[in-house]
């Protein structure tokens, strides 16, 4: 077997793209923040995270990462402790602990429609996100795309993040690669929950949903504060992060108390940040799939079918049924493999 090839400056993670897919996983609509950079063979995805910059690469067999961090180069002890926290919060933000060839394999037992698609797209999985800066991007998400709200996110941090470091574009790269590029991490709430912020985002292209922003912003802010606790985490992001250990239909409730947070929104939070992995968030695209594929009764309407609670709740009882524990999951597959990873 032919030696794995590191990139210089990264570190290895054993793992095939069966179990995680970059390509897919990071451009279908479940993160924004992420920049993808050209390399003459592959990509480099980078994310901005509080104190440091990720990079990843990926071959057939393996995930590279390194990081980068504002001080510069450090003492090899600290970079490799440094080091040993990115491969942690590697395994924790693509919750590699769950073997995905398992639970394609369950899929297809469970599944004849997923059994014969699941050859065509592998590697597709669930990241664990954190949640604040999830409900901001699904806020962004109503009635919108994926370029679109990238492009938003990018610029509400630029806006109320300062730049934690700048970085030259990855080696060896195309012609076309960017020049150096500075990284902001995703502001915390504190940051949104002023007055003016409406309009600043408003005037930045936001519409409707800069109001949205705001009020969560300022709702969260009013009723949990902005000290500081570990690791530079607000009151307000701590308490969303609790929610990781409620009930599903009580997490749900507090979600849905947020401007511009419906039934899908909070659903999306829910499964992408919140451990919630039975969920499934339910759209008009995901209401064909089980009109198509899985014997849902049509609707006798000619026209648009409104999506009613009780439509909602008998189309996620009835794909859960057939996926089981991590039904959220087989439904990113299935969406993913339908061409709907698109918002709406």
């Known amino acids: 077997m ?32 992420w920049t993808s950079l050209p390399l003459t063979s592959g990509h480099e995805y980078r994310l901005c995270l509080r104190d440091r910059v990720v990079c990843l690469r990926q071959s057939p067999d393996a995930l590279f990462y390194r990081s980068v961090f504002p001080e510069g180069d450090l003492p090899p002890a600290e970079t490799a402790l440094r080091e040993a926290e990115t491969l942690t919060w590697i395994n924790d933000y693509f919750q590699l602990d769950v073997n995905l060839l398992k639970l394609y394999d369950d899929w297809s037992e469970r599944d004849a429609v997923f059994r014969t698609l699941r050859s065509r797209f592998s590697g597709i ?21 994926i370029g679109r709200i990238t492009k938003m996110i990018h610029a509400l941090c630029k806006k109320y993040s300062s730049p934690l470091l700048s970085l030259a574009p990855p080696r060896p790269a195309v012609a076309s690669a960017p020049t150096v590029a ?19 985002l408003r005037s930045l292209g936001f519409g409707y949903r800069a109001d949205f922003i705001q009020r969560t912003a300022k709702m969260l802010v009013d009723e949990h504060g902005t000290t500081v606790v570990a690791k530079s985490i607000e009151g307000p992001e701590r308490w969303l992060l609790s929610l990781r250990d ?3 239909n009580k997490a749900r409730e507090q979600l849905l ?21 039975e969920v499934i968030p339910v759209d008009t695209h995901v209401h064909q799939i089980a009109m198509k594929h899985y014997h849902f ?27 089981g524990e991590h039904a959220g999951w087989a439904h990113s597959v299935r969406v993913f493999y339908s061409g709907g990873m698109e918002t709406d």
Not at 125 to 145: A, M
């Open 2 to 33: 032919a030696a794995t090839i590191y990139p210089a400056g990264f570190r290895c993670l054993p793992l095939p793209t069966v179990q995680l897919s970059l390509a897919a996983v990071l451009n279908c609509g479940q993160s924004f923040r």
């Open 125 to 145: 999985r669930i990241l664990r996100q954190d949640p604040w800066e999830n409900l901001i991007s699904f806020i962004c998400s109503s009635n919108n795309n």
């Open 182 to 200: 500075s990284y902001h991490p995703f502001p915390p709430p504190s940051a949104l929950a002023a007055p003016e912020v409406a309009a600043q």
């Open 246 to 248: 409620v009930d599903t």
């Open 257 to 277: 108390k947020f401007a511009g947070v419906g039934r899908k929104v909070a659903d999306c939070i829910l499964l992408m940040s919140l451990d919630k992995r």
């Open 297 to 323: 009764p049509r609707s006798s309407s000619k026209g648009k079918t409104t999506m009613t609670p009780k439509l909602y709740d008998e189309i996620s009882k009835k794909l859960s049924d057939i996926w």
